[in-house]
């Protein structure tokens, strides 16, 4: 909260604030699934939809 005699954060303020929070939530790390992970499958989703396309 800010101290009485100064205005509330502007819109653009918290906003702002949401973004640092959550850049540092991510660089805490604690994810659930490594990033190479998501990475492999979404290359094994590609590789194979391009597969579907090459022979149809």
Known sequence: MSPPD??????LERRRNRIRAEIRRNREGGHRVPTWVLAAVLGVVLLGWLYLMITS
């Open 6 to 11: 100064q205005p509330p954060p502007s819109r």
